[in-house]
């Protein structure tokens, strides 16, 4: 990459500051040979419950099988019903499917763009076994006006938390709102491993001893196998990284909210350009700076040619993906996550991003949009 191009996401820039830790760390590892099951996850799994003030944290291998194992453990069977949101990554509904249930997508809010409780109030049925709000892009869903819809019908609220780490609501963590929740590592994370981890977060007992048996394979002691489970664990390298990035999240998700805030200042008032805006209630920790333009496809190339790294999050809603084709569902199913499927882009924002850089982007977004 280009020394002046700027990247949407720069985990160059994390690795240097944690990279006497880390090395230190899978210098022990290595030592020991605890590859899979060594003291740092153990370690990161405390420190991430304390850290959400939740009783349980269960590292596994990635974030889908993370919210597959929290929807098995609450109780989600073959054929029931799962509301989700059509504005969200494939994983959130592939992570359903897995189990044999049916993902049911329902439409987002117009402003921000999170499930909307209007339309999961109207999507319930006797078969709805859970509902899955997305903490989309840094914030929170409204998680509270999900509870007594779902009281009403039996289900349970299991979180998809990937983009959420320290985000609240209510003053109450992401993450902790539900049952369960799901959450995501992916290196781009605001809490991201070295490769792929995820974990499952409950203030359940027996949510947690269910997802601790199904993640190793149905099995509590060796060659007893009492379920059939899967093989999704955290290894130690990746809990050595989570470990020293943890212990910088919170500065970090305060420097995003710093970029969020300096972005506002920089694009506001420019014709064209629908700025993110935070619901109330809820403090964003502002995984991604999300923009709303016409003729997107022609902004996103523009930036891409002025060296700006841009992305779209996501270019087709769920629904309307080859791998839901299942559902029967067409284009206009769901008009506001469709809508802004056209139109939005993410541009760059991480803790380590400049004021230049941002006057950069600021300056080339607008000449973007410029009629």
């Not at 191009?5 to 720069?10: F, M, N, T």
């Not at 929807?71 to 509904?93: C, M």
């Not at 044999?100 to 329902?106: E, F, K, Q, S």
């Not at 809820?282 to 930036?303: K, M, T």
Request: proline share 5%; glycine share 10%; net charge negative.
């Amino acid at each position: 990459m280009s020394a002046n191009r700027i990247p949407l996401v720069d985990l160059g820039a994390q690795q240097l500051e944690i990279d006497e830790e880390v090395s230190l760390g899978l210098k022990e590892v290595f030592a020991t040979t605890s590859f899979i099951g060594g003291a740092p996850v153990g370690r990161f799994e405390s420190a991430y419950a304390g850290y959400l003030g939740a009783r349980h944290c269960i590292g596994v291998a990635n974030g889908t099988d993370a919210l597959e194992l929290a929807l098995r453990a609450s109780g989600v069977r073959p054929g029931g019903e799962v509301i989700l949101p059509a504005n969200t990554f494939i994983a959130t509904a592939e992570a359903i499917c897995r189990i044999g249930a049916v993902p049911v997508p329902v439409d987002v809010d117009p402003e921000h763009l999170l499930i909307d409780p209007v339309c999961v109030k109207m999507a319930v049925s006797a078969r709805t076994e859970a509902i899955v709000p997305v903490h989309l892009f840094g914030q929170s869903a409204f998680v509270e006006l999900l509870e007594p819809i779902a009281a009403r019908c039996g289900a349970k609220i299991v979180e998809d938390a990937a983009q959420a780490q320290g985000a609240t609501r209510h003053g109450r963590n992401a993450g902790t709102l539900g049952t369960a929740a799901g959450t995501s590592f992916y290196p781009g994370k605001n809490l991201g491993a070295a490769g792929d981890a995820g974990a499952v977060i409950t203030n359940d007992e027996a949510v947690a001893s269910r997802v601790r048996l199904l993640s190793a394979h149905g099995s509590v002691q060796k060659y007893r196998h009492e379920a059939m489970g899967m093989n999704s664990r955290m290894d130690t390298i990746q809990a050595v990284v989570l470990n020293a990035k943890l212990a910088r999240l919170a500065a970090w998700n305060e420097l995003r909210r710093r970029a969020a805030a300096r972005y506002d200042e920089l694009l506001a008032g420019i014709e064209g350009l629908q700025l993110p805006t935070v619901a109330a209630g809820n403090n964003d920790v502002w995984h991604l700076y999300v923009v709303r333009v016409e003729n997107r496809d022609a902004v996103l190339a523009s930036l891409i040619e002025a060296g700006i790294d841009a992305g779209i999050h996501y270019p087709s809603p769920v629904h309307l993906t080859g791998a839901l084709a299942h559902l029967g569902l067409r284009a206009g199913s769901f008009p506001v996550a469709e809508d802004a499927a056209g139109r939005i882009l993410s541009i760059p924002l991480f803790p380590h991003i400049t004021e230049d850089q941002q006057q950069r982007v600021a300056e080339a977004l607008e000449s973007a949009v410029r009629p």
